[in-house]
């Protein structure tokens, strides 16, 4: 290779690809001609090119210029790419290739794949709370149980981890009845507490003070006590 050559390899520059996209054109709708073809506007754009001739694009591609210009149109009709009026510094109208389009289906489909993998794991969260509070109870929950456990997390918004969270608490005080985790949960939203290490110091404050005051018999286990507070109170 010639020195000559080799610094026009050099000048023309490289072109950078969202890898993101390269692994997902095809869960956006595009077919191997269509990405490609997209792909090479993004070439003459950035080379200053901003709106090619389909001959110009085919002669990038083994397609001619006529189906060229059809994948063109239903890229279009589908919403990949764009074709935007723009004025010159002489209020001269012209025309270019705008692929904020594309870019913006693929943030779409990312923000979708995202919430999809959060309600997945949402779900697998409630179904093993489920489990969790027929581990605690003994038994099977019952259908006024269930649809309470439900509400928790459907009306009022309840974070699985914070509904186990006041299980552990209702444990701990001996407590374990629906009617007393909905009292720690009610508390625990009135007082903002939304993460476990908030209940977790929410309830070490109470034991705390429960502690100081004796207000409230402390629950035995063993030779130790763990001092409970009364959430109904």
Known sequence: MKKEQFMQFMEEGN???PKYLLNNYVNLGLNEKEFLLLL?????????IIFPTPMEIAEKMTIEPSE?????RHLLQ???VGIND????????YERYSLQPLW?????????QSNESYQQTQHEQEINLYTIFEQEFGRPLSP???ESLSMWIDQDHHDPLIIKAALRE?????KLNFRYIDRILFEWKKNGIKTISQANEYGKKFRKNQQKTHTTQPKKTGNNTIPFYNWLE
């Open 15 to 17: 072109l950078t690809v």
């Open 40 to 48: 090479h506007i993004h070439s003459f754009v950035e080379t200053g």
């Open 68 to 72: 060229c210009m059809e994948i063109l």
């Open 78 to 80: 589908k919403g990949y």
């Open 86 to 93: 723009e004025m010159d510094e002489y209020s001269i109208k």
């Open 104 to 112: 913006e289906k693929m943030i779409q489909f990312m923000m979708n």
């Open 144 to 146: 006024f149980e269930c």
């Open 170 to 174: 209702a444990v701990i005080s001996g």
